[in-house]
C-alpha cells in the first residue's frame, strides 16, 4: 500500500537548513546535465530494482541521501541534505503509475453520483 510517509512534509531550521550537496544544484531535471543524469539514475537505480515495497524504496533512498514525495500527479526524488527537488521518478525510468502499480497501491474508490431527474445527490 501506498505510504503517507512520502508526503510528510520537512521543516528544516538551523545549520542544517545551510547544507547543499552536489545535487542540490540540480534543482530539476532540466537544469541537470547529462553526466549528470547518468549519474543519479545509476546510483538510485538499484534501489528502485531491488524493493519489494514502498518502505523498502524509502529507506534505499535514504541510505543514499534522497527522498520521495508526490507532488502534481507524480513522485518527485528530493536530496535530503537540502531538500531539493532534483527530478521526477519518471526522469530515472520508474514512472509513478508503475511503481502503484508494482507495489499495489490502493487507490481510493468513488461512488457513482446518482442523478434523480436531472438533480445530483
Not at 537548513?17 to 539514475?41: G, V
Not at 508526490?70 to 518527485?76: A, D, E, L, T, W
Request: aromatic share 10%; charged share 25%.
Amino acid at each position: 500500500m501506498y505510504s503517507k510517509d512520502f508526503e510528510r512534509e520537512t521543516v528544516t531550521t538551523g545549520d542544517a537548513a545551510l547544507q547543499q550537496t552536489a545535487w542540490s544544484s540540480a534543482s530539476d531535471e532540466d537544469r541537470m546535465d547529462t553526466e549528470m543524469a547518468i549519474q543519479l539514475r545509476i546510483l538510485l537505480t538499484p534501489y528502485f530494482q531491488k524493493a519489494k515495497t514502498w518502505s523498502e524504496l524509502r529507506s534505499g533512498l535514504q541510505v543514499a541521501g534522497f527522498y520521495m514525495k508526490r507532488s502534481k500527479g507524480h513522485m518527485h526524488i528530493y536530496d535530503s541534505a537540502s531538500h531539493v527537488q532534483i527530478c521526477n521518478c519518471a526522469f530515472l525510468g520508474f514512472p509513478s503509475k508503475d511503481l502503484e502499480e508494482r507495489f499495489k497501491r490502493v487507490l481510493p474508490v468513488r461512488k457513482p453520483v446518482r442523478q434523480l431527474g436531472g438533480v445530483q445527490h
